[in-house]
């Protein structure tokens, strides 16, 4: 299996602010990346996909990039609705796999 | 608009089976692989199956292997997931997905059902 890396675990940012979080894959997996949004209590939401591609109706606050093995979301101008954990999915082969998560909280 | 709604979870025994549904509206089902994913409690998320459009193709993870069985009613614009030899570890929550990529490779899942809780324990 493809194993996926996220980091960090949680963060902490303040309303405004810029945050990134980093996946990384055990092997390359080119563009095939997507990254998703869990609120508490949801179900997840498609955010980005093919590494750098924004789902319609996501925010351009949102954006993705990398290839290979190493990929990041950035959030930029935080707002409060952003609070929520974050996984990124790969899906070079049919035995999916995500990463572990990554907690946001908004100061 | 899309909608995915999930039913039929439930407390199970170990060993014991159940039929997980997900009534599709909005789409049409019959263009689209879907697939199951799970998330125990407090956990991250397993992706668990897909079905190709026409239920012509199919796969697993490992860990439910041989136990559980992904089909589609394409005339009822339902997916199931038949789930055998049930383990305390299937304990999660199931969503189904649709996938609107077309291909496995650079599968993404979009939308997502509610989710139906599958407790398993004796």
């Known amino acids: 299996d493809i194993q996926m890396t996220q980091s960090p675990s949680s963060l902490s940012a303040s309303l405004g602010d810029r945050v990134t979080i980093t996946c990384r894959a055990s092997q390359s997996i080119s563009s095939y990346l997507s990254w998703y949004q869990q609120i508490p209590g949801k179900a997840p939401k498609l955010l980005i996909y093919a590494a750098s591609s924004l789902q319609s109706g996501v925010p351009s606050r949102f954006s993705g990039s990398g290839s290979g093995t190493d990929f990041t979301l950035t959030i930029s101008n935080l707002q409060p609705e952003d609070s929520a954990t974050y996984y990124c999915q790969q899906s070079y082969n049919t035995e999916y796999t995500f990463g572990q998560g990554t907690k946001l909280e908004i100061k | 608009q899309v909608r995915l709604v999930e039913s039929g979870g439930g407390v199970v025994q170990p060993g014991r089976s159940l039929r997980l549904s997900c009534a599709a509206s909005?789409?049409?089902?019959?263009?689209?692989?879907m697939h199951w994913v799970r998330q125990a409690p407090g956990k991250g998320l397993e992706w668990v199956t897909l079905?190709?459009?026409?239920?012509?193709?199919?796969h697993y993870a490992d860990s439910v292997k041989g136990r559980f069985t992904i089909s589609r009613d394409n005339s009822k614009n339902t997916l199931y997931l038949q789930m055998n030899s049930l383990r305390v570890e299937d304990t999660a929550v199931y969503y189904c997905a649709r996938d609107p990529s077309g291909v496995w490779a650079g599968a993404r899942f979009d939308p997502w059902g509610q989710g139906t809780l599958v407790t398993v324990s004796s």
């Open positions: 079905i190709s459009y026409d239920g012509s193709n199919r």
């Open positions: 909005g789409f049409s089902f019959s263009n689209y692989g």
